[in-house]
Structures are given as C-alpha cells and as structure tokens.
C-alpha cells in the first residue's frame, strides 16, 4: 500500500503530479451520496446546509474569507451546490472532471495551494462528522476524503503555477 492510500484503494491525500479521472470503488460513491443526502436531509433547507458548510469553512480558517468576494448567503449556496454537483458525478468520472476543471477555471484568480485545499477538505468532513455522527463510517469518510482530494487535485493540475514574481 502506498502511503496516503487505504485498503479499500482511495488515495487519501494530494496528489499533484498527474491529472487523471477520479474513480472511486462503487461501494465508496455509493457511500459517499448516501451521506451527502443525509446531510442535506438533515438540514431544514438547502441554503442552511450551505450556511453550514460556509460557517464550517471559514470558522475553521477565517483569513481565507478575504479569498472570497461574493456575499455571504450567495459564496455559501455556491460551495452547496459545487460539492452537490461533485458528489452527484462521482459515478461518472469524465463529467465530473469537466465539473471539476470549470470550478479550477472560476479559481484563476485565486492561489489554490495544498495548505488551502487541506483546510477546505477537512472543514466539510469535520461538518459532516458533527452533522452525521455515527452514521459517517470510517470508509464513507475515506471516500469524502479521496472525493475532496481528488476534486483538488484536478483543480491544482488544471490551474496555472502561481508566477515567483
């Protein structure tokens, strides 16, 4: 097993080298809209599950709100519906790339770094571990986590190299 991998064949962590279709085992897509569903079900609409996701991201880093100009309730409806849309193609691999690289070139104006893409990816599961509880099991987490690595991974291969000048 290669580091940053599990059993169930998810790369976990980022990989930046290459730009490939995300696959994921079908058992973890499966898994992973299943809790995307609870989540939102949980929520009392659509716009208070982006509000949490939006409190959830900036609590958790707020010197990257400064990153975001839009107003509040419209950035939080956005990062809803982007990662509804992510977790919806995530059984098909050639759309959700071409979602996933549209989002990289909405971000050209944005430094999309690994620190920045960690803190993102593990706001949403810290969300869904206090929105889900128990129901978050280890390997819908694993699979959330490979799904928001991956999502990164092609925004990060998609985007220009930040110029050094």
Known sequence: MQDGDDDTGLEL?????SLEELVLPAAAVDDV???????IAGASSKEAAGEAIYSALFDSAPSLRGLFTTPRAVQAMTFMNELT???????N????KAQVETLAFKHLNIEVTMPRATIFRDAI??????????????????GIKGALSGVWRCCSTTLPAPSSS
């Open 13 to 17: 962590e980022f990989n930046v080298k």
């Open 33 to 39: 809209q299943a809790a995307w569903n609870a989540f």
């Open 85 to 91: 849309a992510f977790v919806t193609w995530l059984d």
């Open 93 to 96: 691999p050639s759309q959700l």
């Open 125 to 142: 599961l810290d969300l869904l571990e206090v929105e889900l509880g128990d129901a978050l099991t280890t390997s819908t987490h694993d």
